[in-house]
């Protein structure tokens, strides 16, 4: 349990991030913040002495600001003039979701709530928050088109892969079989994603060659594999994420969309999900 001045100094600073990012606008994200903090007071929720389990009270703040929001009206209005490369790129990718979409991909991918709280917070079942992810990272990797490098050594899943990437707009630069194929793909065509496997076809490691390919670039990478428990024996980068054979095509392109969000997000020479050329 937690008392209502810890909780609200716990809180407030991610919900004015979830609430800038959903809207593009700090001024008007402060206005949602503060219209779901005092629709939980008239709830009485934050009485003096009462004390409500945290992730409860979490849920219900960030499904009050949900509320004050108006999704079928929101959009995020265009970065402010002279606002940061990256700031631009992210603001950017996050136009392109629906609204709804939107608030899924946030509250799951940067906020951290588990599905079943998405759902809460968004006053809809998990199946239709499980949509809603699936349409944002469609979205996502839609609006963050870039090249692809496939490291796979199985034809047919590397097919399966190709033919993906590039229903969602990307563009296929090689598909690798080795660690020293791969190496050499990436630094003849420097593509801004990489999906791997663990194990290649002449016994070497995918995770040794995107260890080599990150040293040459901030490159986000999505490792596909049917080996996943070897993930944390070999060493592979920590920010990486994982996918585990066999895979669906909706988690494949959610996972893609989240990968090139966040790398725009964090690296600033990163536009449009290809990373600076420039190092």
Not at 80 to 105: K, Y
Not at 179 to 188: G, H, K, Q, T
Request: hydrophobic share 45%.
């Amino acid at each position: 349990m937690i008392a209502k001045g810890a909780a609200l100094a716990n809180h407030l600073p991610p919900m004015r991030r979830f609430a800038r990012a959903l809207t593009g606008s700090q001024t008007a994200a402060d206005g949602y913040v503060g219209a779901a903090l005092e629709a939980v007071a008239r709830e009485g929720a934050l009485a003096d002495g009462f004390q409500e389990d945290d992730d409860a009270l979490r849920v219900r703040l960030y499904r009050n600001l949900v509320s004050a929001w108006s999704p079928d009206q929101a959009q995020v209005p265009p970065p402010a003039p002279g606002a940061a490369d990256h700031v631009q790129a992210s603001d950017s990718s996050l136009r392109a979701l629906s609204p709804l979409a939107r608030a899924a991909f946030l509250l799951r991918a940067v906020e951290g709530f588990d599905i079943e709280s998405t759902g809460a917070v968004l006053q809809c079942s998990v199946r239709r928050a499980k949509q809603l992810l699936d349409q944002a990272g469609q979205e996502l990797t839609a609006a963050l088109q870039t090249d692809v490098l496939i490291i796979e050594d199985e034809v047919v899943i590397s097919m399966d892969l190709e033919a993906l990437m590039e229903d969602l707009g990307h563009r296929v630069t090689h598909v690798a079989r080795t660690r020293r194929e791969a190496v050499a793909a990436f630094s003849e065509h420097r593509p801004g994603l990489v999906l791997a496997d663990i194990r290649l076809a002449d016994g070497s490691s995918g995770v040794d060659a995107v260890n080599e390919i990150i040293g040459e670039s901030e490159v986000p990478v999505v490792f596909i594999t049917g080996y996943a428990e070897q993930l944390g024996r070999d060493g592979h980068p920590e920010d990486a994420f994982v996918i585990t054979k066999p895979f669906r095509s909706n988690d494949v392109a959610a996972v893609v969309g989240q990968a090139l969000f966040f790398n725009v997000r964090a690296h600033p020479g990163a536009t449009r999900g290809v990373p600076d050329r420039t190092q």
